[in-house]
Structures are given as C-alpha cells and as structure tokens.
C-alpha cells in the first residue's frame, strides 16, 4: 500500500468501478466498525454485497424499498453508525430525492451514497434507468458534496476520502467497465481539489466520470492538429475546484465542458457560474446529453450519438477555436 | 363463463411459443430479464388471448382494457406478446436492447405501440392503473384496468398506498396480479424481508383476494372472471409462480432474475420448454 493510501487493490485498472468499490468499502470496513452497509435488493448489481459476505452483522437488504432506504440510514447516522448506501442513481437520486434532502442533508448526517448505473452506463434499459439527472439534484442540496470519479482506481480514491470527509457525500459512478484513465491510485485525490491531467495553453477541457478519457482521447487528436490542451479532470462538482477554472480562464481563454449528464445544471453549469461570476471574458461550450430522454443503446455508442465522445470534443473545440473573443479592457492585468 | 378444453389448449400452445420467444429474445440481445419473464407469461397469456377487450390495430382506442406491466423489467416477456398479437412487426423484436432500438429492457410507451404505461421503475404500475381505473368511473367508461406486480415489488411503500387508495374509491374495475414467484434479485423474498402474508395484508388493505396457481389456465381465468363479478373493491390475485418456469436449469434459482444465453444454453432452454409442454 502506497503511502498515505487507506485502500489497495491489486489491478483496480482492470475491474468496473463498482468492482472497486465494494472492495474498497469492504477494506474500509475492517478498521471501521462503524460502517453499516446498505441496499434496496441491488447488492450484487452495486457491488456493495461484497461488504455483506465479509461482515453480514453490518448490512442491511432492505428489499425493495429505496425512499426507507435513506431514512433508515439517516436513522442509523443518529444512533452513532456510519451508513455507506448503494441503490441506482435514478433510485438515488430521483426517487428518493426528498428523503435524502431533508432526512440526511439537512439534518448534516454522515450517510454517504455511492450511486451506481447513473448517466446512460445502463443505456439499454430505457429511460426508467438512464439517470442524467443527478448531478443536478444533488448538487442543489445544501451540505451535500458531489464527486464523479473518472474509473475504477479513482472510485477507491473517493471512496475512502469520503470516509474521512464530514457529512453527506454522494459519489456517482457507471454500471460496465470503462477503460482506467488512472494507472496508479497514489496521485494525490482530494476532495475539492481537480487533477490537471496534462497542461496546454490554447483551450481547455473540463470534464468528469467517463468523460475524462474521451478528454484525453481527443486532445492527443487535438495536438496532431497543433492545439495544446489543458485538461482537467473535474471530479468534486461540489464544492467546485474555482481556483483551477480561474486559472484556466486566465490561461487558455478558451473552455469546454463534457460530461455524461443532462447539459442543464450539472458539471457545464456549475463551471460556467464561476466563469461568469469572474467577470473575465471567455469563449465556452458545454457538451453533455441534450435536454431529452436518452435512446436505447450500449453506452458507447450513445456517448458518439450525443458527441460526448472524443470525435464529439475534437469537433467542439474546432468549433470554439473559431469563435472570436473580446478581450476585456484589463486583459493584461488579468493574467 | 369458464375456459373450456379448446381454450386451455390453445393458450397453451401460445404460452409455449411466447415462452421459446422469450429464449430468442434473450440470446439475440445478449442478455435479459428471463427468470421473470417465464414466471408472469401464463398471466399475459391468459389476458391477452382471451380476457382483454383490446385492438392491436387501434392501440390507443380510447375504451380498451388498459394493461399495466408494473413489474417492466418483464418487458422481454410482454414484448414477445405485444409482437404476437401484431401491435407491430415482431421481426424488429431482433433488435431488442440494442442502440436505437424502441425496445429497451423495459418498454416504453412513447414507442411500442401497446404498452399503456412505461414502467421498470418499480412500484409505479398500481398508482397508474388505480388511476386510470379511477379516470374510467369519473368518465363512465366501461373498460377495465389490469396491472400486474412482481412480488419483490411489493416492498415498495409506494404499492401499498395505492392500494390503499384504490380500496378507498371502490375501484372495482381494477385487478392486479402478484407475480408470487418468491425471488428478488439478491435472494428469495422471504429471506431479505419476508412479504408473508400477501393474502392477509391485502385483505386488511380492503382488496378481494384470490389466491392460485399462476400457471393454471384453468385458475387464472376462473380468477380474473370473478373479479369482474365483485362489486365496490378491486381484486388482487396472488399468483404463485416459478421463476424461470419451464427451463429446468433456470426454474427456482435467483441467479436467473437476469442472465444471457449462449447457442447450447439457448437450445437446451428450448427443449426444455418443448419437453414440458408434451408433458402438459
Ligand atoms: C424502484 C426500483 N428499484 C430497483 C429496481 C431494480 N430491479 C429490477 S427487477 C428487481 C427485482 C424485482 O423482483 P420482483 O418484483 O420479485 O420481480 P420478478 O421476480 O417477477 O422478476 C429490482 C430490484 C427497479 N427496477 N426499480
Ligand atoms: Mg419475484
């Protein structure tokens, strides 16, 4: 185990997120008699039945039955437990959105909640399970903090930093295995504090989940064509890394978004409002799922469908690359 | 009146055919909810050719029976239906779950012509069909509304207080179904909350219930007619069940809840449904 690491597994690079997760908390679990596991009849889909086969006293299936989920956990957070939840995103999320609002966020408990399939990870299931809405919501919840983990070795990274992190946390994370952008869990994962993933000076890409490696796919495209790109690996939405986006704006004057998740009101918006409140010019566009329900299909098709792809990011920044800029009065005292 | 030999036999040979589509369907599309597809089939095959008062050529015909599959992970099942009675061409039924296709996991309404709700998300469906039995009283429309439940299901809250409030408005013309076929996803039901007993608890909730063997042409009609004959309360029928019912390697075993099917485990679930129905 690296140093300063809570978690180790072998060949994380190699498992789905949920594969790490429900490893990582099992890991957890054994310094941590508080940790209580909880489900709504989805241990084996969220992994989080990994924990239950190792400490079956501290799980608990609550069938089928998501809204008492939440409640019962903000009730074991009050007797003193510390309650990590899986269930769906779209069950998370969105049904029992007002359980988690006012029964954990609002009171402040230490209930953390890893969503699993969210975005279109379960894409051929239809629109009951696409989840391109969470972000949103939960970021809207105060003292509720959001990270989108961008594969499986940053899971555990959130994993265990959300275990020594106070209150309410909600991780996002997909259903299929993603190809790792991270090869070594040990680069330094805070909460609140975005990766720079590779410097540049012309434009920069902002981005979180699985569209960290369609990110990094494109600006390898994107530097054959002469571009530097800055990318930035976005994954706590909330509280919102402003001093990396200030620099960026500073530096690169030009920004694009890309996220795995309705364009209103997630990753894009919540970047943009530190854009704007700056005052400093700069040319930006989100990319993420129009504000439609998604098709059926398998998630990477859909990611080129909706241009959230590295085909999608080569075309926008082209696109952004093109737009004029007025540059401010105190441009130069900006930088 | 009751279903008679000629009946019982012709469902029989449709459930057989809708059950070796189900099997098609899960090996073409690389996986499926199979276990509760087979389970709820005798169910949909009952209404479907015989009960509902439905035109597949006018699937919005305003005074149809509306049929709500609360449990729309049995999209699969309902699909190889909804293709049969030629809601639309079943040869697209190949390109169930795959990218751009209408059919997902679980069917959506805005695109399979025949489904009248889009379900998947659990504890939805009796909501929609007390509301729309309850829309039918305040219209003075004649249909009758149908629902039908996985039994896992109904550890959802949200089943409950529509129970509650399709009792309150008497809704008599509304039956749902308990697909009781003891298994959720993790394990059997009565090992992760224990729902016994359905009957009882239904009973309090001041719904008629009749309880049968969910496989039982003969008792699954002789239900669903006497629900249409009980007045002032809507009627659940508990249907006990198997999951994965008629391939033995599925029958009974959680683990088929979802699952994909190579060509040799595609053959053998075939056969498997061959041999039982020359049994029958
Ligand atoms: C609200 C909600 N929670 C969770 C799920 C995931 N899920 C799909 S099927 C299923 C188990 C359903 O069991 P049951 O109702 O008994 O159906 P059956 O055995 O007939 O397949 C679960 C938990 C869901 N679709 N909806
Ligand atoms: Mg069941």
């Known amino acids: 185990m690296a140093e300063g690491m809570t978690w180790s597994i072998e060949e994380a690079d190699k498992l789905t997120q949920a594969e790490v997760y429900g490893r990582v908390l099992t890991q957890l679990g054994e310094k941590d008699p508080k940790i209580i596991a909880m489900t709504a009849d989805l241990a084996k889909s969220t992994k989080i039945g990994n924990f239950g086969q190792k400490f079956p006293e501290r799980f608990i299936n609550m069938g089928i039955a998501e809204n008492s989920l939440f409640s019962v956990a903000a009730g074991l957070a009050l007797a003193g437990y510390r309650p990590v939840v899986s269930t769906f995103a779209v069950f998370a999320a969105l049904r029992s959105a007002e359980f988690v609002r006012t029964d954990i966020c609002y009171q402040n408990l230490d209930v953390k909640i890893i969503a699993t399939h969210a975005g279109i990870s379960f894409g051929q299931a239809g629109s009951t399970h696409h989840c391109t809405e969470d972000i949103a919501v939960m970021r809207s919840f105060a003292n509720m903090t959001v990270i989108v983990p961008a594969d499986g070795i940053e899971t555990g990274n959130a994993v265990a930093a959300a275990m020594d992190w106070p209150g309410p946390v909600y991780i996002r994370i997909g259903r299929g295995f993603e190809p790792p952008v991270n090869t070594t869990a040990d680069y330094g994962f805070q909460i609140g504090k975005a990766v720079t993933m590779r410097d540049g000076k012309d434009i920069t890409l902002i981005c979180c989940g699985v569209t960290v490696l369609q990110a990094v796919r494109a600006a390898k495209i994107l530097e054959t064509q002469g571009l530097s790109v800055r990318i930035i690996n976005m994954h706590t939405i909330k509280p919102i890394d402003k001093e990396v986006i200030l620099k960026a704006v500073m530096e690169t004057r030009r920004i694009v978004t890309i996220e795995e998740h309705n364009v209103l009101c997630g990753l894009g918006s919540a970047v943009a409002e530190v854009i704007v409140e700056s005052g400093k010019a700069c040319a930006f566009t989100k990319l993420g799922i129009p504000d439609q329900y998604v098709i059926v299909g398998y998630p990477e098709d859909l990611y080129n469908h909706y241009k959230i792809d590295a085909d999608g990011i080569v075309e926008a920044v082209s696109a952004l690359m093109g737009r004029e800029i007025e540059a401010d009065e105190n441009w130069d005292d900006e930088t | ?280």
């Open chain 2, 1 to 280: 009146m009751p279903l008679t030999q000629e009946d019982i036999k012709r469902l029989q040979e449709k459930a057989k055919d809708i059950r070796k589509t189900i099997v098609d369907i899960t090996f073409t599309a690389g996986g499926g909810h199979i276990g509760g597809s087979l389970s709820q089939t005798d169910i949909l095959v009952a209404l479907y050719y015989k009960y509902l008062n439905i035109d597949p050529k006018k699937p919005r015909w305003e005074d149809r029976d509306r049929m709500i599959l609360s449990k729309g992970h049995g999209g699969l099942g309902w699909a190889a239906i909804l293709g049969e009675k030629g809601y639309f061409d079943k040869t697209l039924l190949k390109n169930f779950n795959k990218t751009g296709s209408p059919f997902g996991m679980h069917l959506d309404m805005l695109k399979v012509p025949g489904c009248d709700a889009s379900t998947g998300s659990l504890g939805h469906g009796l909501g929609i069909a007390v509301g729309l039995a309850l829309g039918a009283k305040m219209a003075g429309k004649k249909y009758r509304t149908y629902c039908v439940m996985g039994d896992g299901e109904l550890c959802e809250g949200s089943v409950w207080e529509a129970a509650i409030i399709g009792a309150f408005h008497k809704l008599d013309n509304l039956t749902a179904f308990v697909d009781r076929n003891n298994l959720m996803i993790d394990g059997p039901t009565e090992e992760i909350t224990q729902l016994d007993n359905l009957n009882d608890k239904f009973a309090s909730f001041g719904w008629e219930v009749l309880r049968i063997d969910g496989h039982d042409f003969t008792a699954i009609g002789g239900a669903i007619e006497k629900a249409q004959t009980i007045k002032a309360k809507p009627t659940m029928i508990i249907c006990d069940t198997v999951k994965g019912k008629c391939v033995d390697y599925m029958e009974n075993d959680y683990k088929w809840h979802y699952g994909g099917l190579d060509s040799d485990m595609r053959d053998k679930a075939l056969a498997c449904i061959d041999n039982y129905y020359a049994k029958a």
